[in-house]
């Protein structure tokens, strides 16, 4: 019989990350470490959620999944490979992510990766803080590869201020970036696929300047996703 598990987060050292998870939420963190994301609830090769109570603890989510996946699912499908579906994460921005984009599903295979339909829900937020998500009314894909070549492709981007309580959707092919200064909850498809269109010149850990996807991004985004809205619908429980 399964009970309500709780799991040790996985810690993801990022460029653009900090330390405001430690601040928020008490958690214990890598000493010396900028942390990006705490993967809260996985299941991928390498990096599946340990429980961490109860008579199942120390065994990982992708154990459950292979002994318990009917109890644990219901009626919801795997994810391919029979993983568990969902990859939930908190992120923290002290900088702007990459300007990026994830595959849809009819084209992620040619891609050679994973399609990655999202949700963003704002936990905190800095003052001005603001989303890049989908395109300005009227920029054509023509403008968006000019821009790219002269570095000026973050003008195309929708730009949304947010506060604290906001949430934003992102299908696959929806073109976006996290500002800075943003604690975000995010639910996600089991996917870890991003195609980058530009990183702000800026260098990764390693100092060397991060990998761009600018072929696999053009294939990708939805170039008629103009101006989309924060989610409004509200919640009854």
């Known amino acids: 019989m399964l009970y309500p598990f709780t799991f040790q987060p996985i810690f993801k050292d990022r460029i653009w990350g900090g330390r ?3 601040r928020l939420y008490g958690k214990s963190l890598p000493a010396g470490k900028v942390i990006g994301e705490a993967w809260e609830i996985t299941d991928r090769d390498g990096d599946s959620s340990v429980i961490t109570n109860g ?3 120390g065994k990982t989510l992708g154990w459950l999944m292979a002994n318990h996946g009917v109890e644990l699912l219901g009626t919801a499908r795997p994810a391919t490979g029979g993983n568990f579906p969902i990859l939930c994460k908190i992120l923290d921005a002290r900088e702007k992510l990459s300007l990026q984009v994830h595959p849809p599903a009819a084209k992620a295979a040619d891609l050679k990766g994973e399609p990655k339909t999202e949700m ?3 936990a905190d937020a800095g003052p001005g803080a603001e989303l890049y998500v989908g395109l300005k009314p009227g920029v054509t894909r023509a403008e968006f590869e000019q ?3 002269d570095g000026t492709v973050s003008d195309c981007f929708h730009r949304i201020p947010v506060q604290a309580g906001d949430t934003m959707f992102l299908p696959s092919g929806r073109v976006h970036a996290i500002g ?3 604690v975000i909850f995010e639910i996600q498809q089991n996917s870890d696929t991003t195609y980058r269109v530009f990183d702000w010149n800026r260098v990764g850990l390693d ?3 991060r990998e761009l996807h600018v072929a696999q991004s053009l294939a990708s985004i939805d170039f008629n996703d103009f101006a989309p809205e924060l989610v409004t619908t509200q919640f009854v429980a």
Do not use: V
């Open 20 to 22: 405001e998870l430690e």
């Open 55 to 57: 008579p199942l603890a």
């Open 120 to 122: 963003w829900y704002i």
């Open 147 to 149: 821009k790219i070549s």
């Open 180 to 182: 800075d200064r943003l």
């Open 207 to 209: 100092g060397k300047p």
